[in-house]
Every structure is written in structure tokens, then in C-alpha cells.
């Protein structure tokens, strides 16, 4: 007995002298699409002089971050041969091109394979492809601008199955393209598609078979589709043009539906859950609290906001901490908190995004431990702590130029990877490794 309890001594002490076992980034947020970084040993004050890159590859245009899995970073670009992008809120333009899936060594940069198809944009913002890849079980799944989609093996990127929304499925190419990042939960991928009665369709993720489809609106908006546990079951949240819905995810069965209809069909933001509330908005002041029922799955409005309280987020998705949401305001451009409960707004501060008033100033949110790193669409990765009490900015490190343009300005529109204890980010013309760690 004694020597049985030696050996688990010894295995107990082998297991913690052995390095933490760095964790994947392997879809749009994270591993659990919830913004949390949770890798340890992370430096929270950056060097004056800057951090050098790992590695860093020249790359196309798009806003679809990169996705990290498998020692692999997956990436989508655009190779624009035709056309310009004037970025004209609400103007198509028409470009020709090449999209592609990029896959890359983790480590150093280097190309492992690529798969590329010809792409006619006319879109808003041509600039390129908006969905993250999404890596499970060596498949990876990627979504074009114009609804090209395609599930391919993570090994050497030939393909395994694909769909053509617009030709499957009847769906016309959004204003600002397809956007909304399809879900993988166990052998099902959920995608947000369009055309009468498919805003909603579950495919095999193994075959591509259709399971079911689901809803019709006026447009289908850009929410990624979203799954919640609440009221005893589960609930795929798919937020349209019109409605925010909760989908028996075996069936697609409605559970419940709120009319949620923000300006120019901009539902975008993944809605946000914490305890039985429920946090859901776009531009327009159109946010709203639900409460989600304990033994059942129904929902009642708490809440909706006006312009003096909660949010309008757009391009970052807020994140919730003890009843706090935090999120950036698509009309005036700041970092921004209020109270889920209530939707009083605790204060506003515009040093995380733009600098000053903005339409869209834009931050990226993820949590590592008690400190937040903002991806601020300047190209700068800053870190801080944020609460009720207000913003307070740790460190803050020139990371990216912004390459793009919108409203006047250069942006930087991507969400980053997060992922051995390196942030991976991209612009327009490069994706760069920078290391994080103490």
C-alpha cells in the first residue's frame, strides 16, 4: 500500500513539474466562442520598445481572423484581380479574385497548404472574407463573402464536402456578406444562411446532409448562431434581421421568438447570457435583457435600451463579468459598461478604441485572469482592468497598421487568436505571431 501510494505521489509531482499544455484558439472567440483566454502566465505590461513578432507572412485582405489548433493557423484572404473596394457604407462594389484558406505552422509562419476558388464580390467592404475557420476533429470549415462553404481536411485542405448558400439555399449575399461564423456542436454544424424558411440550417458535419432548416425574414443579418443551456434544455439562439429565436437544436423548432430588429438589418453580435439574463443588441439603441425561464424554455423581455442606457454593439460582441457588461458603442464609438439587471450605463471611455468620438470605434474583448487585452482597432493590443468603477488601462503596445477604412478613418476590423501564449493577428496585407508570455 505504501509503495501504491508512492507511485501516485511521484505521478502527482511529474504532472505539475511538466509545462501547462498550451490551449487551441480553434474558432471565432476561442475555444468556447466566450472570449476567455485562459492560458496562464501571461505578461500584462508591454516593453516600451515594442514586441517583436515570432513571424510574420504577407497575406490578402479580409476582416476573418485567424483560427489556432493543432500547432496550425488556419486564415481566409481575398486576392482581389478586378475591382476596387471604396467602402462605402451602403454601396456594393464588384470585384473579381481569388478567396482562399491559408494553413500555417503555428511555430514559424510557414505554409503548409492552401485551398483557393474564384470569388465575384458585390458587397459592401470587399475587402474580403469575415468568418474565422473553425477547426473540429480534423475538419476545418470556412465561409466566403458571398457564401462559398466549405468543409475541408485540416491535414492537407482538400475537400470534403461544400455548399453554395446562395445556390442551395436561395439566400442573396447580405449588404456586407455572409458573416455569421457556423457552429459546431458534436456531429451538427449550425449556419445562419438566408432565403425563404433557411435564416437557419443544420448540416451534417461529416457529410454536409441537410438535417433541418428553419425561419424566414425580410434578411438575414450577420449573428453568429449561438448555443445556450437554459430552462432544463439546450437552445440554439439565431438572432435575424427581425427577430432574436430560440431553435430546438435537434429540430429546429421555434422554443420562442422577441422581436429584435435593429437598424439596416445589423444583427450582429453573438447575444450574451449570464445566470438567466439574457443581453442581445445592435445599432439603433435596438439591445434588449431577457430573462430566460428556469423550468422551461421561454423568455420575456426585462428590458430594451434607448440611447442614455446599455449599448449598441456592432463589430466587437460584449462580454459580461458579475452582472457588468462591457462593450462598445457602434453611434459614438467608446468602451462602455452597464448593469445587465437594469441597463443603467456606468460609464463610458473612448482611450480603448478610436481616442474620440467615432461611428464604429471598435475594440476586440477577451478576459485572461483579472486583466482584459482590447484589440483596438488602431492596431495597438492593450491591457486592463475593467469594472463597475470604470476603465483602467495597464499597458498598451503597437502591434498593426490598420489597413483598411471606414467612416473618414484607417481601421483594423479582426478579431485575434489567442493561443501559446501568442496573440496571432492579421490586416490587410500580413497575419503576425507576437509572444505574450512572462
Not at 501571461?42 to 507572412?57: D, H, L
Not at 454544424?189 to 432565403?195: A, I, P, R
Not at 425563404?196 to 440550417?201: D, F, K, L, N, R
Not at 430566460?292 to 466587437?316: F, G, H, I, Q
Request: with cysteine; net charge positive.
Amino acid at each position: 500500500m505504501a509503495r501504491f501510494y508512492s507511485l501516485i505521489l511521484l505521478a502527482t509531482l511529474l504532472a505539475m513539474s511538466l509545462p501547462a499544455q498550451a490551449e487551441d484558439w480553434p474558432q471565432w472567440m476561442g475555444p468556447n466562442r466566450d472570449g476567455v483566454w485562459n492560458e496562464k502566465g501571461i505578461r500584462s505590461a508591454f516593453p516600451s520598445a515594442g514586441i517583436q513578432p515570432k513571424w510574420k507572412v504577407a497575406i490578402g485582405g479580409g476582416f476573418a481572423g485567424p483560427a489556432v489548433a493543432d500547432g496550425k493557423v488556419l486564415v481566409s484572404d481575398y486576392l482581389a484581380s478586378a475591382g476596387q473596394s471604396t467602402n462605402d457604407f451602403n454601396k456594393r462594389d464588384e470585384r473579381a479574385g481569388l478567396e482562399r484558406i491559408l494553413c500555417l505552422d503555428a511555430a514559424n509562419g510557414k505554409l503548409l497548404w492552401k485551398k483557393e476558388y474564384n470569388a465575384v464580390y458585390k458587397i459592401s467592404y470587399a475587402s474580403g472574407p469575415r468568418v474565422t475557420p473553425t477547426v473540429s476533429q480534423e475538419k476545418v470549415y470556412t465561409l466566403g463573402a458571398e457564401g462559398n462553404f466549405f468543409c475541408l481536411s485540416l491535414k492537407d485542405g482538400s475537400v470534403i464536402w461544400q455548399k453554395d448558400f446562395k445556390k442551395d439555399f436561395a439566400a442573396p449575399t447580405p449588404l456586407w456578406g455572409f458573416c455569421g461564423h457556423p457552429l459546431v456542436v458534436g456531429d451538427v454544424v449550425y449556419c445562419l444562411v438566408g432565403g425563404p424558411g433557411s435564416m437557419a440550417v443544420a448540416l451534417d458535419k461529416n457529410t454536409g446532409k441537410e438535417i433541418w432548416r428553419a425561419l424566414s425574414a425580410k434578411e438575414s443579418g450577420y449573428c453568429p448562431p449561438t448555443l445556450i443551456h437554459a430552462g432544463g434544455v439546450d437552445q440554439l439562439l439565431i438572432w435575424h434581421a427581425e427577430a432574436l429565436n430560440s431553435l430546438d437544436p435537434k429540430t429546429g423548432k421555434a422554443f420562442w421568438t422577441i422581436p429584435l430588429e435593429p437598424l439596416y438589418g445589423m444583427s450582429i453580435c453573438a447575444p450574451r447570457l449570464e445566470g438567466d439574463l439574457l443581453f442581445a443588441g445592435g445599432i439603433g439603441s435596438k439591445a434588449a435583457c431577457i430573462r430566460l425561464a428556469k423550468d422551461k424554455p421561454a423568455a420575456e423581455v426585462v428590458w430594451r435600451s434607448d440611447r442614455n442606457t446599455a449599448v449598441s454593439p456592432a463589430n466587437s460582441t460584449p462580454f459580461i463579468s458579475k452582472g457588468i457588461v462591457y462593450g462598445c458603442d457602434c453611434h459614438a464609438g467608446w468602451l462602455g459598461a452597464f448593469e445587465l439587471a437594469t441597463g443603467k450605463r456606468l460609464w463610458e471611455d473612448f482611450r480603448p478604441t478610436t481616442g474620440k468620438r467615432a461611428t464604429h470605434g471598435t475594440a476586440m474583448i477577451v478576459k485572461n485572469g483579472d486583466h482584459y487585452y482590447l484589440a483596438s482597432e488602431t492596431g495597438h493590443l492593450i491591457c486592463a482592468k475593467l469594472s463597475a468603477a470604470g476603465y483602467e488601462e495597464v499597458s498598451r503596445v503597437k502591434l498593426l497598421e490598420p489597413t483598411n477604412s471606414a467612416f473618414g478613418r484607417d481601421v483594423l476590423w479582426c478579431h485575434p487568436a489567442f493561443a501559446n501564449k501568442c496573440i496571432y493577428w492579421r490586416n490587410d496585407k500580413e497575419l503576425a505571431c507576437f509572444p505574450l508570455g512572462e
